[in-house]
């Protein structure tokens, strides 16, 4: 925490102005977790060419426009999947983001690709609660910066969450994590009373308000009296200006403007600031049809786009197997079923028989439809670089496993575990219809991630780890996938919620 504050001291006396500006009116348009959705979804909804057209149609209408970017850019769709960031990243440039942070997805490909292509980028990168020394994003990323707007200065902060638990060590260098709380509280304390800022604004990718962890957007407004808005990203909120969820009183009673819009590129938000009297208007910004006429101003990036769109369309219509209904990865039935009941045939020919598979339904992407299943949906559903990897476990590290397991509701495991649990503890936990015994060792497979200790699977990292796969196990899907194709086989998995309250 020392080390973080006395880098933010030695930018006390750098401000990054806007053009000359004389009104003290700003206009902030934000975005978060757009995840990839380089172009519009199956409703109709997103697409960063319309978010280019938003942005820009804001700036010729408002004289002082900032647009910020809260996070998770990448990670979602076959666009990453296929070129690992080379897309998000460019548009994101092109759009005209001031400022940016990363998100926890930024790291799925490593640290080093987060300084390859964060480093190429014109907008101000902010991250105020990790030490990035020694690191290759050493340098990149400021703890703060400063905007002139008239003779008003505003400051921006960066506050990300804690990896441990949530990012794989192996993708996170040596970078070194501080509080987000107490970074956020001190800093903003520092800029407000030293008077290098006149307002500050918290960018942060912990999350709305979660209930299992005190890092919070909420909690650090309550807990804060220098901090004047919050722009959000990671919970996926959708926060409505008519809601009960945009204002929430700091320690003083001072009501602070919490703003986020959602996941997938959908919404963006606009935040209109008297920079005089603090007074805000806020209200969401729908990415649909409505921009499109803008958007055709744009052809030379549809041109430089159209390449990259041929490929996914190329591989989003590579028909390579048949299903029989459509399977959704936010619910515990169909899609994560086959993935676990898929995973134990595959590890069975790769290693040998397990007793059962437990996978996190986090790393599963994206849906399945009906019928034809192409290439590309498998790849973007399981995007990430995880191996599988088996283990010796005993019982009772077992169903503490299980109970991590019920704080998000279950997840996905395979046709030989039944589970019942209610307010986050286990009521039965069965295998082939016997009670798991305490004493009693298992072996099963998972993916690295989960071995590790990562969504908070501590209890996996007590176990006996028996093999470890070189290849990543989207790749063995897809795989097996073609070839129940091959076989004339129909995906039809049970439906049945094997992990239930």
């Not at 109709?44 to 820009?56: C, E, M, N, P, T």
């Not at 849906?367 to 990897?389: C, H, Q, R, W, Y």
């Not at 093999?467 to 129940?484: A, H, I």
Request: charge should be neutral; include cysteine.
């Amino acid at each position: 925490m020392k080390h973080i504050l006395q880098y933010a001291f030695a930018w006390a006396a750098i401000g990054i102005g806007c053009n000359a500006m004389q009104a003290q009116h700003l206009t902030i348009v934000t975005a978060n977790d757009t995840h990839s959705m380089v172009q519009p979804d199956a409703d109709g909804l997103g697409g960063f060419v319309r978010q280019k057209a938003i942005v820009d149609s804001l700036r010729q209408t408002n004289e002082n426009v900032l647009a910020v970017h809260a996070g998770d850019a990448v990670q979602g769709t076959v666009y990453f999947s296929t070129f690992r960031g080379e897309v998000e990243y460019a548009m994101l440039d092109s759009i005209g983001f001031d400022i940016i942070i990363m998100g926890n997805h930024e790291f799925d490909n490593g640290i080093h690709d987060i300084a390859k292509y964060y480093g190429n980028m014109r907008a101000n990168k902010v991250c105020s609660n990790y030490d990035l020394t020694g690191t290759p994003c050493q340098g990149i990323f400021q703890p703060y910066v400063i905007k002139h707007v008239g003779d008003k200065r505003v400051a921006f902060i960066g506050i990300n969450l804690n990896p441990k638990g949530m990012i794989a060590d192996k993708n996170t260098g040596n970078l070194t994590y501080h509080d987000a709380t107490t970074v956020a509280l001190k800093l903003s304390e520092y800029l407000k009373t030293s008077g290098l800022a006149d307002r500050v604004v918290m960018v942060s990718h912990i999350g709305y308000n979660y209930t299992d962890t005190s890092e919070s957007d909420v909690a650090i407004a309550r807990k804060s009296r220098y901090i004047d808005l919050i722009i959000g990203g990671h919970s996926h909120t959708l926060i409505d200006s008519n809601g009960d969820k945009h204002l929430v009183a700091n320690a003083d009673g001072r009501m602070i403007p919490i703003v986020q819009a959602g996941k997938y590129g959908k919404n963006m938000c606009q935040i209109d600031i008297d920079l005089a009297t603090g007074n805000t208007d806020y209200r969401l910004i729908a990415v649909d049809a409505t921009r499109d006429a803008w958007a055709n101003r744009f052809t030379a990036l549809k041109q430089w786009l159209k390449p990259f769109d041929d490929e996914v369309h190329r591989v989003m219509t590579l028909r390579i197997a048949t299903s029989a209904r459509a399977m959704s990865n936010s619910e515990l039935t169909y899609l994560p079923n086959f993935v676990c009941d898929a995973v134990t045939e595959i590890i069975a020919e790769r290693w040998g028989k397990v007793d059962f598979a437990i996978m996190n339904r986090g790393g599963i992407r994206q849906p399945l439809p009906k019928g034809d299943i192409a290439e590309g949906m498998i790849t973007s559903m399981l995007p990430f670089d995880n191996k599988l990897v088996v283990l010796r476990i005993k019982g009772s590290d077992l169903i503490n496993a299980l109970e991590v397991m019920t704080r998000r509701r279950g997840d996905a495991v395979s046709r030989q575990l039944d589970i019942k649990f209610r307010d986050h503890s286990i009521v039965w936990a069965k295998l082939n219809g016997k009670p798991i015994d305490a004493d009693k060792y298992y072996t099963m497979v998972t993916v690295d991630y989960l071995a590790n200790g990562g969504d908070y699977m501590e209890p996996f990292t007590k176990a006996e780890r028996l093999f470890t796969d070189t290849v990543p196990y989207g790749s063995l899907v897809l795989e097996y996938v073609k070839q129940l194709g091959e076989k004339g086989v129909v995906i039809n998995p049970d439906g049945k919620v094997r992990m239930h309250n």
